[in-house]
């Protein structure tokens, strides 16, 4: 750490997540008597279940950093990184603490501000690599892939299961069957079918470089510097929509608006961002890439809540298998 530090000293730091990525709190104490806060994330592609289902054999978040190809993508965001290392498949990422900006752990809208920012800053980078070259960077993610991370068929991947926390794997387990007995077979289908299905559908659409894990925890709003993102473990190539499902799947609790007006507002920035207007049918068409890989990735939670009963949860399940449906009659 070239800081001129005095010392420095390690803190636990628990985190939202199942990837199997490591953290801890570093704490530097300089000559002057002040301190500098930063997050040290290990990352073991090998080990983590998450780089397995989505075949991550090099650390995509580090290759992000070491990629000028990619380096458009702090036009949009703002990069928490300080310095990363790599030995072997094992790697280490030092970040700012930016603990005091992260969106708070808890089951309520964030404020319309700071979503209208972060669904800029997710249009801009989008717009920033659409229909890119460096969407042909090999060791990228491919949506169609990681759309498949936690579908039903994740519970016969075994290696996967083996390294998946037992809660996480339980509640797939309920999740998904509570859904899938809740859909056509038509529908059914379409959360089931490989990742190379979807691919050969989406290969006509226009792709762009996407997060892959919108979720609002994995974001911090600085004031007078734009949104932070981290967890970039997950970055790839595919329709820009895809980004826009899971965060509308994810996020459920944390919306500050309606799904409907989330949609409208994410094509009326995207479109601002590209400075072209979208045609309707193509739209159309992004849109259910959106509701398909929000359900393939989130729907077994939907169906885990919706059997346990309760209001809210029911409008959320009739909402996405609505959508579902509709989609999958078009697929």
Not at 27 to 56: H, M, N, Q, Y
Not at 126 to 137: D, N, V
């Amino acid at each position: 750490m070239s800081l001129g530090a005095m010392s420095v000293r390690e803190e636990r730091l628990s985190t939202v997540g199942f990837s199997g990525a490591t953290h801890r709190r570093l704490v530097a104490v300089l000559p002057a008597g002040e301190t500098r806060s930063f997050v040290l994330k290990l990352c073991d592609p090998e080990r983590e279940w998450t780089a397995i289902r989505t075949a991550d054999h090099v650390g995509r978040e580090w290759s992000l950093l070491a990629e000028p190809a990619l380096d458009r993508v702090w036009e949009a965001f703002v990069s928490p990184y300080v310095a990363y290392a790599v030995e072997g498949q094992r790697s280490g990422l030092l970040m700012e603490d930016l603990g005091a900006h992260v969106f708070s752990d808890v089951r309520e809208p964030i404020p319309r501000s700071h979503e209208d920012e972060l669904l800029t800053a997710l249009a801009r980078l989008h717009a920033r690599f659409w229909r890119s070259p460096a969407l042909s960077i090999p060791w990228l993610g491919r949506a169609s892939l990681t759309s498949e991370m936690v579908c039903p068929t994740v519970l016969d991947d075994a290696t996967a299961l083996a390294l998946m926390p037992p809660a996480l794997r339980e509640r797939l387990r309920l999740g998904w069957d509570a859904a899938l007995t809740r859909l056509s077979a038509r529908a059914a289908d379409v959360l089931r079918c490989p990742a190379q299905t979807v691919q050969e559908a989406w290969d006509d659409l226009p792709h762009a470089l996407v997060h892959g894990d919108v979720k609002v925890a994995n974001f911090a709003p600085i004031p007078g510097r734009g949104v932070a993102a981290f967890d970039w473990a997950l970055i790839g190539a595919g329709p820009s929509t895809t980004d826009l499902g899971w965060y509308l799947g994810v996020n459920a609790s944390r919306l500050a608006q309606s799904k409907e007006a989330v949609i409208a507002r994410y094509r009326e920035l995207l479109e601002r961002e590209l400075e072209q207007q979208l045609d309707d049918a193509l739209w159309a068409r992004l849109e259910d890439v959106a509701v398909i890989y929000g359900a393939r990735t989130m729907l077994w939670a939907k169906g885990a809540q919706v059997a346990a009963g309760g209001e809210t949860a029911h409008i959320e399940w009739t909402w996405w298998a609505r959508r579902l449906e509709e989609a999958a009659d078009r697929w």
